[in-house]
Nanobody, 117 residues
């Protein structure tokens, strides 16, 4: 019902910046919240940032002040601007969209972000 495609990952040096994109298709007008998650090597997947249909945002403590989540409704795309990147930000980043709160939602395939020291 909702299909997500992430892009924009890559290799960047510590202190650098990167912008991830999450393009949605399908029943995009029914999405209530879109979030970015990440899974570092050997660790569990964790929420990085989220944005609701009303524009509210939420960030993990580890990325506050460095990452910014935003959306472009005309392009059905949610972005994650990542600044002041650290090696511990290295992970596969996933996009998730929910049509109902407290549900599993729909997942993209992920995009690799690697930050070198």
């Amino acid at each position: 019902q909702v299909h997500l495609v992430e892009s924009g990952g890559g290799l960047v040096q510590a202190g650098g910046s990167l912008r991830l994109s999450c393009a949605a298709s399908g029943s995009t007008f029914t999405i209530l919240v879109t979030g970015w998650y990440r899974q570092p090597p050997g660790k569990q997947r964790e929420l990085v940032a989220a944005i609701t249909s009303g524009g509210g945002t939420n960030y993990a403590d580890s990325v506050k002040g460095r990452f910014t989540i935003s959306r472009d409704n005309a392009k059905n795309t949610v972005y994650l601007q990542m600044d002041s990147l650290k090696p511990e930000d290295t992970a596969v980043y996933y996009c998730n969209a929910k049509r109902v709160y407290n549900s599993n939602g729909y997942w993209g395939q992920g995009t690799q972000v690697t930050v070198s020291s």
